[in-house]
C-alpha cells in the first residue's frame, strides 16, 4: 500500500507560478509510475503528467504542455509538478497519483488533494 500528501497549492494570479509536492510513503515508490491529475470545478477528472519510476519518461496533457514540468526525487520519495504561466482554466483541485501504468494511464493510487486556484 502507497500513501500519498500533496501539498504546495494556493491562490496565485493569471501568469504567476506554483509547485506541487507529493510525499509518498513506502518502500516501492522508487519503482513506481507517478502521476498528476486535477478535477476542475463542476467537471470530471482529467490527467496532467506522469513520470516513470527513473524520470526518463514524461508526459503531459496537450493543455499544460510547456507550462507544466514533473519531476521526482527517488531519495525522498517525492514527486513534483512546477506549474508556470497560470492560467484561470488551471484551477482545480490537484492530485497527485501512484502505481500507474504508461500506456493507459491508469493509476492504483491517489492522494487526497490540494486546490489550486488561479484568479483573473
Known amino acids: 500500500q502507497v500513501q500519498l500528501v500533496e501539498s504546495g497549492g494556493g491562490l496565485v494570479q493569471a501568469g504567476g507560478s506554483l509547485k506541487l509536492s507529493c510525499a509518498a510513503s513506502?518502500?516501492?515508490?522508487?519503482?513506481?509510475?507517478m502521476g498528476w491529475f486535477r478535477q476542475p470545478p463542476g467537471k470530471e477528472r482529467e490527467f496532467v503528467a506522469l513520470?516513470?519510476?527513473?524520470?526518463?519518461?514524461?508526459d503531459y496533457a496537450d493543455a499544460v504542455k510547456g507550462r507544466f514540468l514533473i519531476s521526482r526525487d527517488n531519495a525522498k520519495n517525492t514527486v513534483y509538478l512546477q506549474m508556470n504561466s497560470l492560467k484561470p482554466e488551471d484551477t482545480a483541485v490537484y492530485y497527485c497519483?501512484?502505481?500507474?501504468?504508461?500506456?493507459?494511464?491508469?493509476?492504483?493510487?491517489w492522494g487526497q488533494g490540494t486546490q489550486v486556484t488561479v484568479s483573473s
Open positions: 497519483v501512484g502505481g500507474g501504468r504508461i500506456i493507459t494511464r491508469v493509476f492504483d493510487y
Open positions: 513506502g518502500r516501492t515508490f522508487s519503482s513506481q509510475t
Open positions: 513520470i516513470s519510476w527513473n524520470g526518463v519518461t514524461t
